[in-house]
């Protein structure tokens, strides 16, 4: 019955199916997220217990509406999501939705460094290993790999630290922008949050630099773990294509081997990786809090961790359901962009 | 290797053969050359680990919270000297007992965490992959949702209700494993549940349903042994990446009260101000043993992976061609790194129901060559 409403085209069916999964997953998350975090109690305790008297806290818990039925306080949150408002912190009453405009910009533009990162070394080794196969260039390589991964992100950025800031001091150590260069940038408008963005938008050389010195340690160490991943989906892929038929017969054409490699087999070795970036995202949304907190990077991450430490559990679950939500819209954009490239998909 | 051969004979109705000598032993002797070699850098490592980790009380120099022996006060931030090899930490405490008792920690988290999640996991895998139905339709649902999410913000929401983001006597370590069993167990469930959902129409499984046999009888005894292949490579994946998100739980503050216990991303979040001032030993050493016991367990786990499934030997088992591995789904490689043989994802994780990953049905032990 609900096979009519479908579009006829399979593509548009697995899209419209796809889409439609959305809601449920957000939901699922929003609601696990929002019933472990009261499990615990009020928000308003957690938050200022100790620090006001009971009545004061009643007070506070009434205003806020934490002393009604939990079933209430869920179903008037997902409303208010569905509007946009995350509500308000409840240590330094930012508005949530604002710290995840702000913030955030700081995490997207994070995980873009690292994305660059990771291509840009994952790419060529990835083709290298496969090229040297099972010769000492493949082994050293798999082995960075596998170092690169059993490596916490907040290790690696210490070791960076250690090597590039107090040992030989070409990089500065922590933030995102020098303090005079972060004031100047206050003033761009239109004001984007993204460094680097408002850098060019100031047009000051100086101003980019710095903004790009700052960047690089955390994309780093954020890159290089997804790097890893990149490295062994690439050689393997890699592998694999060079087995097949059309490979062949272009070698037997007299196509030069780097051609082989170039042309006919590297671009189908790309598309799982397209498959697997959906799951990367989340697992860099998860490094970008670690790497945020070891460069003091004030992204979501930076400040979900002090919200935790400052137990405003408003503020941790606003940010962790936005979280929630951009990955279930990713995997979704993913999906897509894989059900297009890769016409083996099936729907 | 036992689970293999017992998982394929249970397939004929056979009783499957007693174990003989050491588990683990007949693994090793199924591998060769560099693989071998891996296999045993990683046990070596593991063991080098688990034995730090049981005898820490008898071989650290000093509690891992004292600041003092014998009236002494040890000073803080003191570079490695021949009474502290590792130096001192910010709070004076000596380096090397605490990377000591973090291994014991680590250890005791790490067995939690998934012995829980296969106990929670792995029946509910079972009984929504056999039964199906509307429960499997909610469950899949359920386990999909939080499994797209990132494994250390779930820990952390779950970590902040066990606890109320204070400390409590239970918030210590078996909070932090639940914590970790949360991350883990949609994929537990996942493999089995997808292992499940092939079998249940063999053969075998319908004569059992028809002699009779209850359904907790046909999961546990028919469907059970069938599909557990997957499993012993998954808890062994699973163990590298409990040690990083309990590290990034600690790291995050999050963890174990660093009163109660020595924790290695606890003593790294301390060591990140150091960092900056060039005091190197208080991050170093615990950095790289969290580095080392997940490099351990990682190697083990996917020479276990390449052991267990028959179809990518490279050498001894030379019945397999390419060609059969393809057929089964499978990337003839025969990659020391290459987990999606498993059912696992790239990064170690299970792939979805709708991910081309293995399935058990015609990829089983059964389909390939005899075990030697």
Known sequence: MAVRILPRSPLLRYLAVRLALIIPTVLILVTVVFFFMRVVGDPITAALGGRLSPDQLAARRAAAGFDRPILNQYLEYLGRLLHGDFGTALTDRRQISEVLVTNGAATLELTVWALIV?????????????????????????????????APVFFLGLLLKLLFSSTL???????????????????VTPRTNIMIVDAILYGDTGNIVDVLRHAIMPALALGLLTAGVFIRLIRINLLETMRADYVMAARARGVSEAKVVRKHAFRNALVPIVTVMGMQIAMMLGGAILTETTFEWQGLGYMLTH????????????????????????????????ALVDPRVRY | MSAV????????EAPPPRRR?????????????????????????????????????????????????????????????????????VGGQDVLARVMFGARTALEVIVLAVALSLLVGVPLGLVSGYIGGRLDRVLVLITDALYAFPSLLLAIVVSIMITGGRSTPLGGILAAAISITVVFVPQYFRVVRNAAVAVRHEPYVDSARITG???????FK????????????????????????LAGLGFLGFGIEPSAAAEWGYDLKKALSDATNGIWWTGMFPGLAI???????????????????PLLRTRGGGATTADEAEVAGLDPDGSLLDPEVAGLGADGKPLGPDGDGLDPGDAGPGAAEEPA
């Open chain 2, 291 to 309: 580095v080392l016991v997940v490099l351990g367990v990682t190697l083990v786990g996917e020479s276990l992976n390449d052991v267990l499934n």
């Open chain 2, 213 to 219: 046999a209850t359904p907790t009888r046909i999961m």
């Open chain 2, 5 to 12: 051969i017992s998982a394929e004979t249970t397939g004929l």
């Open chain 2, 21 to 89: 000598g050491i588990p683990g032993t007949a693994v090793l002797r199924q591998t060769h050359g560099l693989q071998r070699g891996i296999l045993i850098v990683g046990l070596f490592m593991i063991m080098v680990f688990v034995l730090v980790a049981v005898l820490a009380p008898l071989i650290a120099p000093y509690g891992f919270n004292d600041d003092r022996a014998h009236g002494v006060i040890f000073g803080t931030q003191q570079a490695p000297s021949a009474a502290h090899w590792f130096g001192t930490t």
């Open chain 2, 222 to 245: 028919h469907v059970l042994p069938n599909v557990s292949q997957t499993i012993p490579v998954l808890a062994t994946l699973n163990a590298s990446e409990a040690i990083l998100t």
């Open chain 1, 307 to 338: 919200y935790l430490l400052a137990r405003d559990f408003v503020a941790v679950q606003g940010i962790v359901t936005a979280i929630a939500v951009v990955v279930a819209v990713t995997s979704f954009l993913i999906d897509i962009i894989n």
């Open chain 1, 169 to 187: 001091g070409w990089l500065p150590a922590s933030g995102r922008a020098a303090p005079a260069v972060a004031l100047e940038l206050q003033n």
């Open chain 1, 118 to 150: 990771a291509f840009a070394v994952g790419v060529p080794l990835g083709r290298l290993a496969a090229r040297h196969r099972d010769r000492l260039g493949d082994v050293s390589i798999r082995v960075f790999a596998i170092l690169v991964y059993a």
